[in-house]
């Protein structure tokens, strides 16, 4: 690094200090070498460059916005304190894109680079890839079939993972493509999967991301050891890669995954892939590669249903020990209807609570502890909507809130929703009465009344009313 002298504020020594920044710099390579070793120091840090000491702020240069985010994000706490340790005078490190440095490649390069020296794209600096245990990813031990909670958006794609998982490579269910949205169990299955394979010891099995198939490669290429590389991935008797829409726009590594997915199923070996969307919707990838990954069984995860989300939130809520009422589990449900993660995490951050201030759940304290997540999931009121939560939660057709029937059964929902319009929009008493079938504005007032009384004489009717307003208000 020394050599790039012109990026650096060499000037010896500041006050308070007895070291040059040069020296420092040095010293601060080496600790970072001896701490993350060899291999990840030239991977990530080695084009680092010394850049100016502006008062007490020191500026580092990358040559890429890639490489800089990946250092800012792993490493710079790191080197603030290694920094601050060699120089008492400096009290912040900043990490900054410089052009003009020497750039390794980000995204993709061509494999003719391997002879020419060519780099068409730009990745930080890699050493040799690794053995065929160290290229894969390893498995959750959290993410089994028996913590995977079945429902209908997700039945026929559990189904599948367990069938690849008793008998790889059965006709008809190679490759196994799942798709679906973020956060609904495309990669649990894929960890299940490979748990189930692996229990025995008699199968190996490689995971990794798209982007970590894609670094791998581009790590072969600059070591010149691309057919080592080959040789890793199709020994394996099956490769599970996740979230296959990163290697859109990637030709070169889209070539060369074809290539290995090829290898493997003409060698009977297993491929599993995930993605967002299904093989005939990732435009951008090639036709051929996208005629291959059809070719088998391909699987799709719908969005989350109430009673799925249920089912996974009371599971969760028992294996933690805690005890969350029916009430709030309802309305995490409702509020929280498109990420699993996200749902799981709105509970964990709950529990956490919990158990650290020593008080029970409730819905109070949940709208207080989740009320950053929440708000993202706010949005406008409106009547018609009021009206489909009421009928969803007391079961009644949504044409009965417009009806003339009069049973019990249907009024008192029909009174619920006035109630609740009356209380979540500004719309006026006629209004409200046009949008239930045009009932006069004493009508509603006299559902408002009603329900407003019953709150006060039956608690479990409150809870209920509270639980919609919550739901849809918050």
Not at 106 to 134: C, H, Y
Request: aromatic share 6%; net charge negative; with cysteine.
């Amino acid at each position: 690094m020394v050599e790039n002298a012109q990026y650096l504020d060499a000037s010896a020594s500041a006050p308070g200090s007895t070291t040059s920044l040069e020296t420092a710099w040095v010293r601060v390579r080496e600790k970072l070498k001896s701490e993350v070793g060899e291999v990840e120091y030239r991977t990530w840090l080695r084009q680092i460059v010394l850049g100016p000491l502006d008062e007490d702020e020191l500026t580092l240069y990358l040559p890429t916005r890639f490489l800089r985010d990946w250092v800012r994000s792993q490493y710079e706490e790191r080197l603030q304190t290694l920094w601050r340790t060699e120089r008492e005078d400096i009290k912040g490190v900043e990490l900054q894109v410089k052009r003009g440095l020497p750039e390794v490649p980000v995204d993709d390069l061509d494999e003719g680079s391997e002879s020419t020296g060519e780099i068409s794209e730009s990745l930080p600096q890699a050493a040799a890839p690794e053995s065929r245990s160290d290229l894969a990813v390893p498995l959750d031990p959290r993410f089994t079939f028996d913590t995977f909670i079945v429902g209908k958006p997700n039945e026929f794609a559990y189904a599948c993972a367990r069938r690849v998982a008793e008998k790889p490579s059965s006709p008809g269910f190679n490759p196994l493509f799942l798709y679906g949205g973020v956060g609904l169990g495309k990669t649990h299955l894929m960890h299940a999967i490979g748990t189930e394979l692996t229990r025995t010891g008699k199968v190996s099995v490689a995971y990794m991301s798209a982007e970590k198939f894609m670094y791998r490669f581009i790590a072969a290429i600059r070591s010149q050891s691309t057919m080592e590389f080959k040789e890793q991935l199709r020994s394996v008797d099956v490769l599970m890669i996740d979230d296959l829409q990163f290697l859109i726009g990637k030709d070169n590594t889209q070539e060369e995954f074809f290539h290995t997915f090829n290898a493997l199923v003409d060698a009977g070996r297993q491929i599993i892939v995930s993605a967002d969307k299904s093989p005939s919707d990732l435009s951008g990838l090639e036709d051929r590669l996208r005629t291959r990954l059809g070719c088998g069984m391909v699987a799709d995860i719908h969005a989350t249903t109430f009673e799925l989300r249920i089912s996974i939130l009371e599971a969760k809520a028992k294996a933690s020990g805690t005890h969350v009422p029916s009430k709030v589990l309802e309305y995490l449900a409702h509020k929280i209807t498109t990420n699993v993660r996200e749902l799981e995490g709105a509970l964990n951050r709950l529990i956490a609570h919990a158990d650290l201030v020593g008080r029970p759940v409730t819905l109070d304290t949940t709208q207080d502890v989740l009320k950053d997540m929440l708000k993202a999931h706010d949005r406008r009121v409106t009547i018609e909507e009021i009206q489909r939560k009421v009928s969803e939660h007391w079961n009644i057709r949504l044409t009965d809130m417009s009806s003339a029937r009069r049973a019990r059964a249907v009024a008192r929902p029909r009174q619920v929703a006035m109630y609740l319009a009356k209380q979540l929009t500004s719309r006026s008493l006629p209004e409200i009465g046009r949008k239930f079938g045009n009932r006069d504005h004493t009508t509603v007032m006299h559902a408002v009344n009603r329900v407003t009384e019953l709150m006060d004489q039956d608690t479990s009717f409150a809870e209920d009313v509270e639980l919609l307003r919550r739901m849809l208000e918050g």
